[in-house]
C-alpha cells in the first residue's frame, strides 16, 4: 500500500483557487481609438468592457493541464512511499558466557569418551558443550579460559561456529596450572557491563578450588548479583576427592546460590550431559521479537509524470494557439 510522508502536503492543492480569488489576473493598459459603434463591437465580442483593461482567454487544455501538473508537483512533495508487509525478525535476547577451567587438573583421565575409552576431563567437557551449544541458537555467546589468571577467550557473539573453533582451541595449562575462579567471575562481570542485554548467565566449569584470585570468588559473585547476572556453577570429578585437587563444594554453592542459580556435580560423562540438560531447561532459549515494513520512496514516479505531462503538453499548445489564430483570421 502507498502512504505519504507529508500528508499535510495536500493543502496546497488549494493553492491556485486562493491565488485565483486573492490575485486577479494581470491587466494591462493599452491605447485604444474611440468609435461610435462601441456598444456593437462589446455585443459581438461577448466581453465585458473594463476600463483600460482586457483578459486574453486561456485554453481548456492549458487550464486541464496546469492544473494535473500542479497535483503531480504536491503528490511529490508529500513523499509516497510503498510499504510492504510486515516482516517480523527475532534477535538475541540473553548473554551466556562460558567460563571454562584449564587448570592442570583438567588433564586428569578419569572420563569416558563417546567411545567408551578413556580420555581428559577437557575433552569431554568440549563434546558436552558442543552438544549444548547446538540449542543456543537464540543466545550471543562469550568465553572465558581460566587458571592461573583469567583470559577473554571469545567475546559475546552470534556466530556460534566460531565461538566452537575458539573452544577447541583452548588446552590445558593453556592460562597456567592454577585455578583463578574469583578473578574468572570478575573478568565475566567486566563483559557484561558491556552488554545492553538484561538477561545475563554465567556458566563456570571447574575442577578444582580457588587457588590464588585477586578477587575472592563470594565476593566475585556479590558483584555479580548486583550487575544482575545469575551463576551456575558445575564442579567436574569426583566431590570426595581430597588434597591440592579437591573441589571446594562449598564455595561453589555458595557462589551459585548468592546469585540465583544452582551447583551441579559431573563426576562421569553422562553427569555433565545431564547437568547441561537442566541449565538448558532452567534457562530455555530467549528472544526479542521486532517487526518492521519495509519502505520504499515513490516520489520519483510523480515527478516523471509530470515531467512527461510537460513535454507533451508543449507541442500541444502551441498547436491549439496556432489552430486559433487560424479560426480568428478566418
Known amino acids: 500500500m502507498i502512504e505519504f510522508t507529508y500528508p499535510w502536503a495536500f ?3 488549494l493553492a491556485p483557487a486562493l491565488i485565483h480569488w486573492l490575485a486577479p489576473a494581470h491587466r494591462e493598459s ?8 462601441f456598444e456593437r463591437l462589446v455585443a459581438l465580442s461577448g466581453e465585458k468592457p473594463r476600463s483600460g483593461a482586457s483578459i486574453r482567454r486561456r485554453l ?8 494535473l501538473g500542479w497535483g503531480l508537483l504536491v503528490s511529490a512533495l508529500a513523499r509516497p512511499e510503498w510499504v510492504g508487509k510486515p516482516v517480523k525478525l527475532e534477535k538475541t535476547a540473553r548473554d551466556l558466557m562460558l567460563a571454562v577451567d584449564l587448570s592442570g587438573s583438567m588433564e586428569a583421565t578419569d572420563f569416558s569418551g563417546a567411545d567408551g ?3 581428559d576431563r577437557l575433552s569431554v567437557a568440549k563434546d558436552v558443550l558442543k552438544d549444548f551449544v547446538v540449542g543456543r541458537e537464540g543466545d550471543r555467546l562469550g568465553l572465558i579460559v581460566f587458571g592461573s589468571a583469567a583470559y577473554l577467550q571469545a567475546p559475546f557473539t552470534d556466530d556460534h561456529e566460531t565461538w566452537l573453533g575458539l ?11 592454577s585455578t583463578a575462579l574469583g578473578d574468572a567471575i570478575g573478568l565475566s562481570i567486566a563483559h557484561f557491563r558491556q552488554s ?29 548479583k548486583v550487575e544482575g547476572v545469575t551463576i551456575y556453577t558445575v564442579a567436574v570429578g569426583d566431590p570426595e576427592t581430597v588434597g591440592e585437587e579437591a573441589l571446594d563444594m562449598e564455595t561453589l554453592e555458595a557462589v551459585a546460590k548468592t546469585t540465583g542459580g544452582s551447583n551441579f556435580v559431573a563426576a562421569n560423562r553422562e553427569a555433565l550431559s545431564e547437568t547441561y540438560r537442566r541449565i538448558d531447561a532452567l534457562e530455555p532459549a530467549s528472544y526479542d521479537s521486532l517487526s518492521y515494513r519495509p519502505r520504499k520512496a515513490m516520489f520519483h514516479v510523480p515527478l516523471a509524470a509530470f515531467a512527461l505531462l510537460y513535454i507533451t503538453a508543449m507541442p500541444l499548445f502551441v498547436l491549439a494557439a496556432r489552430r486559433r489564430r487560424r479560426s480568428a483570421h478566418d
Open 11 to 13: 493543502l496546497l492543492l
Open 30 to 37: 493599452r491605447d485604444s481609438l474611440q468609435v461610435p459603434y
Open 60 to 67: 481548456v487544455i492549458q487550464a486541464v493541464a496546469g492544473l
Open 117 to 119: 575409552e578413556e580420555t
Open 167 to 177: 573452544l577447541d582451541e583452548s588446552v590445558v595449562n593453556m592460562a597456567g596450572p
Open 196 to 224: 545492553e542485554t538484561e538477561n545475563r548467565v554465567l556458566i563456570v566449569l571447574t575442577d578444582g578450588n580457588d587457588t590464588g584470585s585477586r578477587v575472592p570468588p563470594l565476593d566475585a559473585a556479590k558483584v555479580a
